[in-house]
Nanobody
Framework: QVQLVESGGGWVKAGDSLRLSCVLS????????MGWFRQAPGKEREFVAK????????YYTDSVKGRFTISRDNAKNTVYLQMNSLKPEDTAVYYC?????????????????WGQGTQVTVSS
């Protein structure tokens, strides 16, 4: 069974940086895509970024392009989200996700495996 454990959240000021980490265990052979979602208070969970575990291809939602970078270390079964130039509107619980198919991780998130989430708070 796939398990995901996130770390790296915290409280920062606008303009600061944070790096989130997500360690994947169990069923790693079935996972080809990993990604990050976030959920702000009172809002729906939204897609942030994804990475293909084989090709390394990445894709981002428009609001984080140029500021966030997703990367992976396959030897450590770990995915990272480097977040720079953080804004108050980035405040949310960030969730790591894993899926068998690259195309479905953001289009059919109900099929994803999820971590427990890590809080990111950005003050102005």
């Amino acid at each position: 069974q796939v398990q995901l454990v996130e770390s790296g959240g915290g409280w920062v000021k606008a303009g600061d940086s944070l790096r989130l980490s997500c360690v994947l265990s169990g069923g790693t052979f079935s996972i080809t895509a990993m990604g990050w979602f976030r959920q702000a208070p009172g809002k729906e969970r939204e897609f942030v970024a994804k990475i293909n575990g084989n090709s390394g291809y990445t894709y981002y939602t428009d609001s984080v392009k140029g500021r966030f970078t997703i990367s992976r270390d396959n030897a450590k079964n770990t995915v990272y989200l480097q977040m720079n130039s953080l804004k108050p509107e980035d405040t949310a619980v960030y969730y790591c996700a894993a899926a068998r198919l690259w195309a479905l991780i953001d289009t059919q998130p109900s099929g994803n495996s999820w971590g427990q989430g890590t809080q990111v708070t950005v003050s102005s």
